[in-house]
């Protein structure tokens, strides 16, 4: 076992990106920010081939890409030269066709994008639902990268001729870097089209899809040396060749690994953030009929499986905000909404994250007064009130998939794990607390990047396992525990909230 190693960590997210530079020494683990920035899809109206004006959303991959390369200028500027891997984690879905030359045939499209509407019932049209989820162990969403690459077998087929290979998000940047073109099995187990139990990709969903085989990235599994550093790009940040690592690609289950559980089989952990992904490891997969009514999927772990539900999470707050700088011309500090938020009235308006006319409406203030005009409520007066209704609805859904998960697994939640982004907002963590009538350990805030960091440290010699880096989590990172309050009036807002929830 090596005592040591310097990593470069970049974690990238749906609405901006972060590279991290992280040390192992005999002492723990040391996590620095070193560059952030925003990012959104870039909307088009593009003419298809009958004239037809069709909205388009595309990822600016070239902007990520130009972000990721001062990253590693500023780690040159921050820690030094010497560099030992570096690791991208990315959301779980999109990615691009690629030539032999290396050449994109054309733009990322973005997961919200409209042409896949209408794929999931093309999908379940081609193959029967209960066996391809059987197979993967993943649920139905729209943004499913079977249902992606389904839509370019019947739309796009010309430009599936050999020699062109799918490039998943994280494999992307990693190709910029390095022309590596494997995924981790993290990422691969989320599209719809890998074998959860032998972790490959099933030959039996790609002849039913029609998708080439030959399309499709190896599989590694997480913790991989996949490729090295090109040397012009080391040359110019001014750093080592580092090694690249296929990390758990996938951001949750970076996220995941990260937090610091003690009985995992107790431990329901929520990673929160634009999307809020509920779940709890398991063992082995779980796909039996009760998990796939309860639209539960079975996410490639690191040494285990993710079992959870995918819920909207923090995206209709971020939507609200968006829509009012639209209207305000200008943008609310986010400390100016939680002031809002917490002068809000209590349970005003209740609402299901995961409604579909939330999942990419023109305005999300709109679609929410839509929502309870058409649920018999009264929509929210002040913006402090709507918010609050959000927030006490994304505690309310935790709450729900909490006892499901626990329903189907057999296995009853004692604790409730937040990780990530949405750990930091103490008003929801509360909340999530109240709903959930269980004690909430919230942190580390920075959990992908930690996950991301932890398992470079596992390719590099640096640890045996995940587990052996929890005491070094909880010694480096700010964790933070919340009791349960007002069960009684929280406890008569779920009744409500299950009635208006079906």
């Not at 001062?70 to 990315?90: H, K, N, P, W």
């Not at 870097?177 to 972790?199: E, F, I, N, P, Y």
């Not at 305000?328 to 579909?356: S, V």
Request: aromatic share 8%; hydrophobic share 45%; with cysteine.
């Amino acid at each position: 076992m090596r005592e040591s190693a310097k990593v470069i960590a970049v974690d990238l997210g749906a609405s901006g990106g972060k590279c991290f530079a992280g040390a192992f020494d005999r002492n723990g683990l040391a996590l620095k920010e070193i560059h952030r920035f925003s990012h959104e899809p870039v909307v088009m109206h593009v003419a298809d081939r009958h004239g037809t004006v069709e909205e388009r959303s595309f990822w600016n991959d070239l902007l990520i890409y130009g972000n990721i390369l001062e990253g590693l200028r500023a780690y040159r500027r921050e820690a030094g030269s010497a560099v030992d891997s570096i690791g991208i984690d990315t959301w779980g879905a999109d990615g691009v066709l690629v030539n032999e030359d290396g050449v994109l045939l054309g733009p990322m499209y973005c997961y919200r994008d409209h042409r896949l509407d209408g794929m999931v019932d093309r999908v379940k049209k081609r193959i029967d639902p209960t066996r391809i989820y059987e197979i993967t162990g993943i649920h139905f969403q729209p943004f499913n990268v079977s249902n992606q690459l389904l839509w370019a077998v019947e739309n796009r087929d010309s430009l599936l001729r050999k020699g062109v290979r799918f490039l998943p998000v994280p494999t992307l940047f990693n190709f910029y870097l390095g022309g590596v073109t494997a995924v981790d099995s993290s990422w691969a187990s989320v599209t719809q089209l890998m074998d959860a139990r032998k972790r490959r990709w099933s030959r039996e969903v790609l002849r039913a899809l029609g998708i080439p085989a030959r399309l499709l990235p190896d599989i590694v599994a997480p913790g991989t040396i996949v490729g090295e550093l090109r040397e012009g790009i080391a040359k110019a940040a001014d750093i080592s060749a580092a090694r690249i690592v296929a990390v758990g690609s996938h951001d949750t289950a970076s996220a995941y690994a990260a937090a610091p559980v003690g009985n995992a089989s107790a431990a329901l952990i929520i990673s929160s953030g634009t999307w809020s992904l509920i779940g709890k490891l398991l063992r082995k997969p779980l796909t039996n009929a009760a998990a796939m009514a309860a639209n539960m999927s079975n996410e490639g772990g690191i040494g285990n499986v993710r079992f959870l539900k995918n819920c909207m999470g923090t995206w209709l707050v971020q939507e609200l905000r968006r829509a009012w700088r639209a209207r305000d011309g200008r943008e609310m500090e986010w400390d100016e909404m939680n002031r809002l938020t917490e002068k809000g009235e209590p349970f005003a308006m209740l609402l299901d994250p995961d409604d579909p006319g939330f999942y990419n409406p023109a305005n999300m203030e709109t679609a929410i007064v839509e929502y309870c005009r058409r649920t018999g409520q009264v929509p929210p007066e002040d913006r402090g009130t709507m918010l609050r209704g959000v927030y006490e609805s994304l505690a309310m859904k935790y709450r729900m998939v909490a006892d499901q998960i626990a329903e189907v697994s057999g296995l009853p939640n004692k604790v409730v794990h937040i990780v990530g982004g949405g750990s930091r907002n103490t008003l929801l963590n509360q909340f999530a607390a109240n709903a959930c009538a269980m004690k909430v350990v919230a942190g580390p805030e920075e959990a992908t990047a930690v996950g991301n960091a932890v398992v470079q440290a596992l390719a590099l010699g640096v640890i045996s396992k995940v587990a052996d880096a929890r005491a070094m989590i909880r010694a480096a990172f700010p964790i933070k525990e919340y009791q349960p309050r007002e069960s009684d009036t929280w406890a008569r807002a779920y009744d409500r909230y299950r009635a208006i929830v079906k």
